[in-house]
């Protein structure tokens, strides 16, 4: 027996301990800590996210007024990028190298582990470029995304924009959103993006060490398929729209055109206008900052923000509605001696008319006969002024006016009808008669309506009596639907037998020799009008025109302001006159010249300062007289 | 001749031989998944690391056979020449060796490459048992060891020359052979309390180290009043250990290169990185640790099939077999190493001669160094030490030096009851 027999038990026993504490350790790494499994996931897998393209807006002739386009974004996992040389890669993504290193820190911030996006939105060509070199890159790749675009940069305001969804929407949206995700912040896209938007799908992709995919994890089983937005068909009219944007060049206003038929918009223009193009891409940032600081607020969306008392334009309602209440009708007379005498004061009339009827009121815009029929509805209805006047406000509230229209776009303003409670208020008593605020019988004073008011007032012209909401989508998706509120004609509460001597006063307007508007007389149609000037306390006052032709089954109805430009005869009625034409007959039978000049002319002031609310002095404010 | 050949086989000790042929299997299959690309489909490639893998395996058995149909006085008697020819392929490698990896470890030879040291091993072994059982170790116990850390320190010497860490560390496990020989049982303890030091050195400052060894060493004094005999080994032994710390010091600020102090670095969790030289071990790891109970499966491992550990057919194999045979796959292997290793210490206590049994301690040294430190290693509990896997890991030089280590064992083992 070798004397140091024993001693293999000492060798053993290591031996035995040794196994023992490999077998520990293997316990807890395979069993106990099952932080190894996480990380080989992340090392294996990527999700990669479908994003959906957004649904495509197409115009009421189903021309496209945006659709997608492809972009990429890099995204880097820090954690799995190996040393790489930075600048043959900031070469190819066309960035400086800080740029790189503000972004690659933002990503390590962000998570060492999880996607970050490192740079935005690549063209095609750079990422054609980046990719045949990604492999170079272990810890980068390359995300596809569509992004909007607009083939003819047209109604900005009404498309609106999309941009990244921020943690609040995030949080709203019960985990629907990502960072990351588009969303729709105004217009359209913000409107419909419940059904624009599509949904999410993602691909689990494993890769290798270089970041190379191998294939689907579990054979697809958790991938799911992007599903694209609904498209969206628009009741615009693109060529009317361009026309529109066009006439309005350098000009501040607005432009709504509506088919009374049926309250599609056919155009929808907000002046000065921007790009929608800008409001993607890389760039996005700068050019966003850039519109928002422009003095002229491109981002104002003023068909339906603006609210311009509305002037002369006004006095069509009030024809309407003191017929209705049975206080004037068709012959009614009232002699025009330079103005409206109440009390001791008087609301001159821009000529002394002699007598003049109801047509001949709204011909020649008389304000001395609204002076007189505004008093007739307040103090004479056989009531005290305050009930006669709540009964007039509540006539004309049902022309959509003091009240949101609910038109399918966000942001929309409602404007200013006063009640008879604001009187009492301001007065201190309820003794107030109609002297006390005269000039709503002509459309100035506390009066705030937006253009899109404006023009369903025409479309309820038009219609003899009814409207149909107002609104931008006429169809949504491959089914067509429409939603069923666009399909309730709404009554105003106006017999249709009072609208003749009113649509033959606005005939007259456009149409006979002494129209206020009769230089923008279309040969051949018989179109509607009425001219307007809205007092601007700030400048030059603005001009408007609202119109609806053809006389007989009218298809288009409008209304046009254009800013401190004068008088509505000026500017606003031959740019009405012009979108009426293109739009009925497809073509302008007037000069070339006659339509350069207007989209030539600049009538910017000198900084603008955009209507929103009608200032309350204007009552104690001398009353100039109004055309 | 007939008859002696027949007696050999049926002498080999069958045990071994299974858990031999299991390994290498093992091993076959690991670096087939680990090698494996679901794209390029599975036809079997001789160009590929398990083609050739199938050839080192067939050739190994042929060696395994060649060297159990000579005659056992053979390894005896040229061990001295074995180690004369190793000591010579050291010296050539260090001339015309090829750098692979940062050593210079390899000599090409047509498309292999051979790896000497592998070889140095057994020959080493062999030498040490030779020079072991006819030395006169009662009677001149230092000058014998001194002798025989000799042999064992030339091929050292001439490894780190490479400069092999690993490799060299190999041959510092054949202190259980000099234990199991009749060295002093202080030598495995101040081994132990080296490596406890030396890691303290590395974690905690000098004078929080010195000053503890200090009051520990004056407590232990104070204990001891009575019994005078302990004394001198008390102080030399704290003298000694702060001599050490200091050395630690100078050798891993002087002596080790960069690369080792990271990953000794990493090892300690005094540095993270990740990206660098914490990679491999974390990819390692994380390869091991996603197998969790049941593994993933033959060849369903994705940390290793897509290249995420590197070396993953040679010396990080063992990731493959956590990742797809889980914890109930390494098991197996850890027992069937464990078993392999007692069953040689089995087969060497059997042995009449002691220059088999030496040699057997040494086969189960070598072997045990290299499983404790590879699985060590990809587990993350030594540093990484670029060593193989017995028999599992991908390389013909490794396993032709281990076939032929664990070989003569059998071949010495089935002559066991005649006389060398």
């Known amino acids: 027996m070798n004397p140091y027999f024993a001693r293999k038990f000492v060798i053993q026993g290591i031996f035995i301990a040794t196994a023992l504490i490999l077998l520990v350790r293997l316990f807890y790494l395979q069993i106990v800590n099952d932080k190894y499994l996480l990380s080989a996931n992340n090392n294996v897998l990527r999700k990669i996210l479908i994003y959906p393209a957004r649904g495509v807006i197409l115009d009421r002739k189903d021309r496209i007024l945006v659709q997608n386009e492809p972009v990429y974004d890099v995204m880097v996992i820090p954690k799995e990028v190996k040393p790489f040389d930075t600048l043959a890669f900031c070469r190819l993504l066309e960035i400086s190298k800080e740029r790189f290193d503000k972004q690659f820190k933002k990503a390590v911030n962000q998570s060492i582990y999880k996607a970050s996006v490192l740079e935005k939105q690549l063209s095609a060509k750079v990422y054609a470029a980046f990719q045949e070199r990604l492999y170079q890159f272990p810890g980068f790749y390359v995300q596809n995304r569509t992004v909007r675009m607009y083939p003819d940069s047209l109604a900005a305001q009404f498309l609106g924009y999309i941009g990244e969804v921020n943690e609040k929407a995030i949080e709203k949206s019960n985990g629907f959103y990502a960072k990351g995700d588009y969303i729709g912040i105004s217009g359209v896209e913000k409107s419909y993006e419940d059904l624009l938007r599509g949904q999410r799908g993602v691909q689990n992709l494993m890769v290798d060490a270089f970041n190379r995919p191998k294939g689907h994890f579990a054979e697809g089983r958790y991938d799911t398929l992007a599903v694209s937005g609904e498209g969206l068909k628009s009741s615009l009219d693109k060529e009317l729209q361009k026309l529109g944007e066009k006439l309005m060049n350098h000009k501040i206003g607005s432009i709504v055109a509506i088919e009374p038929a049926t309250g599609e918009i056919l155009a929808f223009v907000s002046s000065p206008s921007y790009n929608p193009n800008l409001m993607v891409g890389r760039q996005r940032g700068n050019n966003y900052m850039k519109l928002l600081n422009n003095p002229y607020k491109p981002m104002f969306i003023r068909p339906i923000q603006a609210e311009y008392p509305p002037g002369s334009i006004f006095k069509i309602v009030n024809a309407l509605v003191a017929q209705q209440l049975g206080l004037i009708n068709p012959s009614t007379t009232f002699v025009c001696g330079g103005g409206y005498r109440y009390g001791n004061r008087v609301m001159g009339c821009t000529h002394v008319h002699g007598p003049m009827d109801l047509s001949q009121s709204i011909q020649y815009s008389c304000n001395t006969y609204y002076g007189y029929t505004f008093n007739r509805m307040v103090d004479h209805a056989g009531m005290r002024s305050v009930e006669g006047y709540k009964r007039w406000q509540a006539a004309v509230a049902k022309f959509g006016i003091g009240s949101k229209l609910n038109i399918d776009l966000p942001n929309e303003r409602k404007g200013l009808l006063p009640s008879a409670d604001y009187y009492t208020k301001r007065f201190g008593s309820d003794k107030w008669t109609s002297s006390f605020n005269i000039s709503l019988s002509i459309g100035q004073g506390e009066l705030g309506i937006t253009p899109l008011q404006m023009a369903n007032v025409m479309a309820i012209v038009a219609n003899r009596g009814y409207f149909y909401k107002p609104h931008l989508i006429k169809a949504i998706g491959a089914k067509k639907v429409v939603r069923k509120e666009f399909t309730e004609r709404i009554n105003v509460g106006i017999n249709s037998a009072y609208f003749d001597s009113v649509i033959e006063g606005m005939s007259r307007v456009v149409n006979q020799g002494g129209g206020t508007a009769v230089y923008s007389k279309i040969p051949g149609i018989e179109m509607c009008g009425k001219t307007g000037t809205v007092q601007n306390p700030h400048g030059d006052d603005h001009s408007v025109f609202v119109a609806f032709a053809p006389r007989n089954n009218p298809k288009i109805a409008i209304a046009v302001i254009v800013e401190n430009s004068g008088y509505g005869a000026t500017w606003s009625a031959p740019i009405a006159s012009l979108l009426v034409e293109k739009y009925l007959r497809d073509s302008i039978t007037r000069p070339q010249a006659y339509m350069d000049r207007i989209s030539n002319a600049s009538l910017l002031p000198a900084v603008a300062k955009p209507i929103t609310k009608p200032k309350i002095d204007t009552l104690k404010a001398k009353l100039k007289a109004k055309r | ?420």
């Open chain 2, 1 to 420: 001749m007939v008859t002696k050949q027949r007696t050999i086989f049926f002498n080999v000790d069958k045990v071994t031989l299974a858990l031999f042929a299991a390994l290498c299997i093992i091993g076959w299959l690991n670096i087939y998944a680990a090698v494996f690309d679901p794209e390029k489909g599975n036809l079997f490639n001789l160009g590929t690391n398990y083609g050739k893998q199938f050839i080192f395996l067939i050739t190994a058995g042929i060696l395994g056979i060649l060297i159990l149909v000579m005659d056992v006085k053979f390894f005896s008697t040229f061990s001295p020449l074995f180690y004369g020819v190793s000591i010579f392929l050291l010296l050539v490698v260090l001339v015309v060796g090829r750098n692979v990896g940062g050593n210079q470890a390899w000599i090409p030879l047509g498309s292999f490459r051979l790896q000497p040291s592998e070889f140095a091993k057994f020959a080493t072994c062999l030498v040490l048992a030779q020079f072991l059982s006819t030395a006169t170790i009662k009677n001149k116990a230092w000058q014998t060891t001194l002798q025989a850390a000799a042999i064992i320190g030339i091929p050292v010497g001439l490894i780190l020359a490479q400069p092999d860490v690993g490799s060299a560390l190999t041959f510092a496990s054949l202190i259980f052979v000099l234990y199991r020989e009749g060295l002093s049982g202080y030598f495995l303890v101040f081994g132990l309390l080296g490596i406890v030091l030396f890691i303290l050195t590395l974690l905690l400052s000098k004078i929080v180290l010195i000053v503890g060894l200090v009051v520990i060493a004056g407590f232990l004094l104070t204990q001891i009043r009575n019994k005078k005999q302990w004394m001198r080994p008390i102080v030399l032994g704290t003298i000694g250990s702060i001599l050490f710390i200091f050395s630690v010091d100078f050798t891993y600020s002087n002596i080790l290169k960069p690369h080792h102090r990271n990953r000794i670095d990493v090892l300690l969790g005094k540095v993270e990185d990740l990206r660098g030289e914490g990679y491999n071990v974390n990819q390692s790891k994380i390869a091991i640790g996603s197998g969790r109970f049941w593994g993933k499966g033959f060849l369903q491992g994705t940390q290793t099939k897509y290249d995420f550990v590197p070396e993953q057919s040679t010396d990080f194999i063992f990731c493959t077999v956590g990742e797809e045979w889980g914890f109930v796959g390494s098991l197996v292997v850890v027992g069937l190493y464990l078993f392999l290793l007692l069953r040689i210490i089995f087969i060497a206590e059997r042995q009449r001669s002691s220059f088999s049994r030496i040699y057997g301690y040494g086969v189960a040294s070598i072997l045990f160094c290299h499983f404790f430190l590879n699985l060590g290693m990809t587990m993350g509990l030594v540093p990484v030490i670029g060593i193989p896997l017995p028999f599992i890991s991908y390389g013909g030089s490794s396993l032709w030096g281990f076939t032929i280590l664990l070989f003569i064992l059998l071949r010495l083992d089935a002559n066991r009851m005649g006389i060398i």
